[in-house]
């Protein structure tokens, strides 16, 4: 346990075991991510073909079993740690921890319940978990995106992050300059230590829906565009536009996860996470429907902008939209 100005920040170390260390060398190396991101990335491609011949979800059911395998676990060991930060960080005790559901792979998400300890009152919080396999799992993807990006001949780039220290450092930063922007998003609290690379970010818990399981109306498209279009006023990209990451409390549609990308090209960051919006709301409702309301908040440019970015954007792996919905909006946009 070590201490530190203002509060004490307590620290777990555990030596990582040989093959630990073996199988962190080997997913680092240049060569091997090379080989495996172009297995990955054929057999990605290779799946989408079949789906569009025969109208099977082979690709949905390819990248739900890369999930299942590198998914990591909430073990024993780290219900314990983040047991301890709890109660000398947030003066909290009886606490009961969980997964937080959902379709969760770059972090392990959970809902801390407990009382605290000087009001006696129920509280809760969304603890996220992150660590150099997450990192790992972060460079695959991007690299795989890269790999989009260099068959659609777009301007666009996406950021790696080192280790899961960055990650919840990265994560802590976006929601804040959220908020400061008057996008609503959860309150961060800290980023702690769990001990080697496990690295803990504790949020405000936000009661309410997903976006994937709520009817999707005007109302809910136009709250949408207000948001995305706030966050490019102030140079936010979110880099992940799903409905996943939106949720509903009451009237209020929050943001989450936010991912890294290259702000450098900002027109470009603006055009994808457009883009990736207007597809997973195209998923959820009629094309001609979506676009009449991306109209109210966004330029003829904006749109044509987004609609090269399209093919892009269903590189995502969450998007699965028919040919026939991908043709009605990309005819749509340019209508």
């Known amino acids: 346990m070590t201490m530190s100005a203002g509060r004490a920040e307590y620290r777990y170390y555990r030596a990582p075991g040989i093959l630990e260390r073996a199988a962190r060398a080997l997913l680092n190396n240049f060569v091997v991510e090379a080989v495996l991101v172009l297995l990955i990335t054929l057999f990605y491609i290779g799946a989408s073909g079949v789906d569009h011949v025969l109208g099977t979800r082979l690709r949905r059911t390819f990248v739900g079993m890369m999930h299942a395998v590198s998914r990591d676990r909430l073990n024993f060991i780290r219900k314990a740690r983040m047991r301890h930060v709890f109660k000398k960080e947030y003066g909290m005790k009886k606490l009961k921890i969980k997964l937080a559901g959902g379709s969760y792979w770059l972090s392990i998400p959970c809902i801390v319940r407990g009382i605290d300890k000087k009001t006696h009152t129920e509280v809760k919080y969304l603890a996220k978990i992150m660590n150099e396999r997450s990192a790992v799992k972060h460079r695959y993807m991007t690299l795989m995106r890269k790999m989009g ?56 818990f936000i009661e309410g829906t997903p976006l994937s399981k709520v009817t999707i109306n005007d109302e809910i498209m136009d709250r949408l565009f207000i948001i995305l279009r706030k966050m490019r006023e102030n140079g936010i990209f979110h880099g992940d536009v799903k409905m996943d990451n939106f949720m509903l409390s009451g009237s209020a549609v929050y943001v989450f996860d936010c991912l890294k990308i290259d702000r450098s090209g900002a027109e470009e960051a603006a055009a994808f996470d457009l883009a990736c919006l207007l597809c997973a709301l195209a998923d959820r409702a009629p094309a001609e429907a979506v676009l009449a309301r991306a109209r109210q908040y966004y330029s003829a440019s904006d749109l044509e902008r987004a609609a090269g970015m399209i093919d892009m954007a269903l590189y995502k792996s969450d998007l699965e939209l028919s040919e026939d919905r991908i043709k009605k909006l990309k005819q749509n946009i340019t209508a």
Do not use: T, W
């Open 149 to 204: 990006v260099i068959a659609e001949g777009v301007d666009l780039r996406f950021d790696e992050y080192h280790c899961g220290r960055e990650m919840g450092e990265y994560e802590k930063r976006c929601l804040e300059r959220l908020r400061d922007a008057s996008v609503n998003a959860p309150k961060v609290y800290g980023l702690h230590n769990l001990g080697a690379d496990d690295y803990m970010l504790v949020m405000q």
